[in-house]
Nanobody, 125 residues
């Protein structure tokens, strides 16, 4: 079992920055692909970024160049650094992990077997 707890969400103005954290506990050594998802109000959850065990990263086109996914292995924490935030970045952000390596399907929810409860990000114009 792996437990994931997100933090760092909040309300910012357009153009601002936030750092989301996802603290993992439990059998984290069995997890390989780690990702961030978000669910905008009234919309489906979508993949934002993923980090594979070898350090390779993937990003949704909408966040490329603005968001950075990273991990601190010692702290067992996954991060999402978000800059140049836009109102359309508003949503509940979730971290997720998978016992599989990341693939071209990294942005699909079905690829992940562990999920956090989410942290809210609100960007005002």
């Amino acid at each position: 079992q792996v437990q994931l707890v997100e933090s760092g969400g909040g309300s910012v103005e357009s153009g601002g920055s936030l750092r989301l954290s996802c603290l993992a506990s439990g059998y984290t050594y069995s997890q390989y692909c780690r990702g961030w998802f978000r669910q905008p109000p009234g919309k489906e959850r979508e993949g934002v970024a993923a980090l594979d065990a070898d350090g390779s990263t993937s990003y949704a086109d909408s966040v490329k160049g603005r968001f950075t996914i990273s991990r601190d292995r010692v702290k067992n924490t996954l991060y999402l650094d978000m800059t140049s935030l836009k109102p359309e970045d508003t949503g509940m952000y979730y971290c997720a992990t998978s016992f599989k390596y990341c693939s071209e399907s990294w942005s699909q929810e079905s690829e992940y077997n562990n999920w956090g409860q989410g942290t809210q990000v609100t960007v005002s114009s």
